[in-house]
């Protein structure tokens, strides 16, 4: 089935550093978005991105968080500064409609110490 | 509150047998999609649902808008069951998909 790539898989930091998680949607996608999970609990919607655009986005989604695509390149989420409670599995998904059926990638762990 | 609540939270079954999974919304879901996360963190794609059933080998699915529920019924169950079942709905005037707390299957021989 189509494929949604994350890149690290895992990454380890020190609290208050920058972090970028990458993804890479199903190519002819046009919606992506966030989603964070910790440790055996569910999955919690962060953001959701179209056109160039944050299009909904949920109280999780601090002020240290930020979200683009470059033209043709990855869609990242980026954390600056990261806090402890920022430590969770980080999962992008991708849409070809607004309510389509979403793919997932396979998680981002980020650890921040 | 919780707008999808997701019933049992824990499942145990014996290999062959059948048992049924259920979602309660408390918004005006429009879809429903089900996935299966295993024990390593992946998720996959069960089901996409606009109201009506589905049926894929062993597993049925179905969506009811007027009564605002979802279920997931799995036939006679094998060990690659095993994992957490979540349901996800999005509703009207939001795009986002809203996770249920998830029901975490175990099958034993």
């Known amino acids: 089935g189509p494929k949604v790539l994350q890149i690290p898989s895992h990454q380890i930091i020190d609290m208050g550093q920058m972090v970028t998680l990458n993804c890479d949607p199903v190519?002819?996608?046009?919606?992506f978005y966030w989603y964070k999970q910790i440790l055996g609990q569910q999955m919690e919607f962060l953001v959701n991105?179209?056109?160039?655009?944050?299009?909904?986005k949920s109280k999780l989604f601090k002020d240290q968080f930020s979200v683009e695509r470059p033209d043709g390149s990855y869609f990242t989420l980026k954390i600056q500064p990261t806090a402890l409670e920022d430590s969770a599995v980080y999962f992008c998904?991708?849409?070809?409609?607004?309510?389509?059926?979403?793919?997932f990638g396979e998680g981002s762990k980020l650890t921040v110490l | 509150g919780d707008k999808v609540k997701q019933s049992p939270s824990a499942l145990s079954l014996q290999e062959g047998t059948n048992s049924a999974l259920r979602c309660n919304f408390s918004?005006?879901?429009?879809?429903v999609q089900w996935f299966l996360q295993n024990p390593r963190g992946s998720l996959m794609n069960l089901f996409y649902?606009?109201?009506g059933t589905k049926e894929n080998g062993r597993l049925k699915s179905a969506f009811d808008s007027k009564e605002s529920y979802s279920t997931l019924h799995i036939r006679d169950a094998q060990l690659e069951d095993s994992g957490t079942y979540f349901c996800?709905?999005?509703?009207?005037?939001?795009?986002?998909?809203?996770f249920g707390t998830g029901t975490t299957v175990s099958v034993s021989p």
């Open positions: 998904a991708s849409s070809f409609r607004a309510t389509g059926q979403l793919y």
């Open positions: 190519s002819n996608h046009l919606y």
């Open positions: 991105f179209y056109n160039g655009k944050v299009m909904e």
């Open positions: 918004i005006a879901a429009t879809t």
């Open positions: 649902l606009v109201p």
């Open positions: 996800a709905a999005s509703y009207q005037g939001g795009r986002a998909l809203i």
